[in-house]
């Protein structure tokens, strides 16, 4: 039988691809999780590879989806070979249990490794430059600008929160947020 897994790594991301992707290629069976791949405890992926048996194909979008490092797909890889289990990742092909297809998949785990490695690097970068910038703010960006937020509570001096929230779009949480920063910034 063949079995399919996709996982993205946050909540804001879709899956969709990856489960069209894994049923065009015949996955009888899907699972799927929206789990950082930095963790080892992926509840989706543990009971698939639980369920997994002789003669049956693990198939994954890309080598990223199935491990966290090149040691851990290594070590997944062998526990499958021996249990007579094929793994096909579809950007790579079928990983086959003989020495050259061994080899092939622990270099390309390497660089999958090495690749996510990278990113994790240049974004620790980029953070450590927005640091240095005076304005720099940990987390989301402000929706609405000082400005807006400065007229909206020129606003509330003649109409109701109501009235300023159908006018500006902003809402009266934040406008009361607004007002208390406002006042606690004055004393």
């Known amino acids: 039988m063949k079995y399919g897994y996709a996982r993205v790594s946050t909540v804001s991301q879709d899956l969709e691809a990856q489960i069209q992707t894994l049923k065009a290629e015949g996955c009888e069976v ?4 929206k789990f950082t791949g930095t963790k080892a405890d992926r ?3 543990k009971a698939l590879l639980e369920r997994l048996k002789e003669g049956d194909t693990l198939v994954v979008t ?4 199935f491990a966290r490092s090149a040691s851990d797909a290594m070590i997944i890889v062998k526990d499958l070979f021996k249990r007579g289990v094929k793994v096909h990742v579809l950007n790579m092909g079928i990983v086959e249990n003989t020495p ?3 080899l092939i998949f622990n270099i390309l785990s ?3 490794e090495f690749e996510r490695d990278m990113i994790v690097e240049r974004t620790q970068e980029g953070k450590a430059i927005a640091k240095q910038k005076p304005d720099f703010r940990e ?3 402000k929706k609405y600008s000082k400005k807006q937020i400065e007229h909206a509570l020129k606003l ?3 109409h109701s929160y109501k009235q300023v929230e159908e006018m500006t779009g902003i809402s009266k949480s934040t406008l009361i947020r607004a007002k208390r920063e406002l006042k606690e910034s004055v004393e």
């Open 30 to 33: 899907i699972y799927s999780e």
């Open 43 to 45: 509840p989706q992926f």
């Open 62 to 65: 890309k080598l990223d989806r």
């Open 100 to 102: 050259t297809g061994r």
């Open 110 to 112: 390497a660089f999958a």
């Open 139 to 141: 987390g989301r960006p």
């Open 156 to 158: 509330l001096e003649t």
